[in-house]
């Protein structure tokens, strides 16, 4: 079983930076694409940011610029970090990786964070 969790959400005025984090932990043989979502109250769940195992990136048009995803391999984390934060950037987000659990399963498994709730506020 692999659980992720995540921390670095919190309250921050306009203009102000965060750096969410999401650590990958238990079976796990490798991590192909990690992903943050967001999801503010009365909206859908939308994809912030991507990051596949060769390192390239996609991010919605509403961060480019703001936003930076990278990953470290070595401790299964994926990062996001978030600055010129604007109100509408409040959201819980959410981490997303896609992996293996071992040599022998040849099926990726998607698993999920808790949410980490981003308020930005003055």
């Known amino acids: 079983q692999v659980q992720l969790v995540e921390s670095g959400g919190g309250l921050v005025q306009p203009g102000g930076s965060l750096r969410l984090s999401c650590a990958a932990s238990g079976s796990i043989f490798t991590i192909y694409t990690m992903r943050w979502y967001r999801q503010a109250p009365g909206k859908e769940r939308e994809l912030v940011a991507e990051?596949?195992?060769?390192?390239?990136?996609k991010y919605v048009d509403s961060v480019k610029g703001r936003f930076t995803i990278s990953r470290d391999n070595a401790k299964n984390t994926a990062y996001l970090q978030m600055n010129s934060l604007k109100p509408e950037d409040t959201a819980v987000y959410y981490c997303?990786?896609?992996?293996?659990?071992?040599?022998?399963?040849?099926?990726?498994?998607?698993?999920w964070g808790q949410g980490t709730q981003v308020t930005v506020s003055s």
């Open positions: 997303n990786q896609e992996l293996r659990e071992s040599r022998l399963r040849l099926t990726s498994t998607s698993y």
């Open positions: 990051i596949n195992s060769g390192g390239s990136t």
